[in-house]
């Protein structure tokens, strides 16, 4: 039987809050119980969002929690050759493209098409890019306009097949990655995104059960895509459920009151945040 090896990969964008200590807990208990290991990344991709502070304070809420992981903990921004070398692989298989587009270009796009397939998060990509010429993204790329790398689902799919992932909670599932469209591979101003990384370092540190929130849930259909074009082989998985607040609605970082440092400060012990955070057993 091979090891469990789970993590939990915040991205220091501000402080951590009960949310993230319900996911953290979740990674650290199972694999606790299942005699396996633990491990923390740091996701630190997006260079106008991340901080090395919180980076700092995170680590630090959580060894107040009376969590421990293995050493080195894996930051991404570290790693971008990693990622390179992914998105090479990608585009030698011709699964991307390249795309131009702004944020408003797409959005106008959208509204000229009158009516945009919706996904989970929105309305997708439609595919503005896709259809351009060779000739005319060569000449696009030389006149220095930026552009992101798009993941071709379409294509990437025909390619591979039908696929199927596994949930501990919700059974098998056919991957169905077009539900996101075609996914951002790498930005702008960076040379990966969220669904790239994550593929590749959940590989490279040989997890074998990714367990996250049930918002990520359709990001793992892309990932399974990702891990077949790869040739990688995939982790089992365990969505869990959010944690919400009084009024019913997901906790997110704006909601202050509730970073695992203010509920510290406040004179909670870390045994009540665990608690809070739904797992009153000691650690
Ligand atoms: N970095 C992601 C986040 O903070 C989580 C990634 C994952 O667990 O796959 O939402």
Same mark, same amino acid.
């Given at each position: ?22 996911s953290a807990l979740f990674g650290w208990t199972t694999a606790r119980k299942a005699g396996g290991r633990f491990l923390l990344r740091i996701e630190d991709i997006d260079p106008q969002r991340c901080r090395s502070e919180f !980076? ?18 894996? #930051? ?28 408003? !270009? ?33 000449? #696009?790329?030389?006149?220095?306009q930026a552009y992101a790398l798009r993941l071709d689902v379409e294509k990437a799919m025909a390619m591979t097949g039908p696929l199927r992932w596994h949930d501990r909670r919700r059974g098998w599932q056919d991957a169905t ?24 370092? !959940? ?10 929130? =049930? ?12 891990? =077949? ?6 982790? !089992? ?8 607040? =009084? ?37």
């Open positions: 039987m091979t090891d469990v090896v789970t993590r939990f990969a915040p991205s220091p964008t501000g402080h951590l809050h009960l949310g993230h200590a319900h !980076d700092r304070d995170l680590r630090e809420d959580l060894a107040w929690l009376g969590l421990t992981w293995e050493e080195p903990v894996r #930051r991404q921004s570290e790693h971008l050759d990693d990622y390179r070398a992914a998105l090479a692989r990608l585009g030698g298989l011709g699964a991307v493209y390249p795309c131009f587009c702004t944020r408003k !270009d797409i959005a106008a796009e959208i509204a000229r098409a009158g009516h945009a397939p919706h996904g989970p998060d929105g309305p997708l990509y439609p595919g503005t890019c896709r259809g351009l010429s060779e000739l005319e993204r060569e000449d #696009r790329v030389a006149a220095g990655p077009g539900i996101l469209g075609d996914v951002v591979l790498a930005r702008k101003d960076a040379p990966t995104s969220y669904h790239l990384a994550v593929t590749v370092d !959940d590989h490279l540190q040989g997890v074998t059960l990714v367990t996250r929130g =049930e918002d990520l849930f359709f990001a793992t259909h892309v990932h399974r895509l990702l891990q =077949e074009l790869l040739r990688v082989v995939p982790p !089992d998985y365990e969505h869990h459920s959010l944690l919400v607040n =009084e009024r019913g609605e997901r906790l997110a970082k704006r909601d202050n009151a509730k970073t695992l440092r203010s509920l510290r400060e406040s004179g909670l012990t870390a045994a009540e945040v665990r608690a809070s955070a739904g797992f009153p057993e000691e650690l």
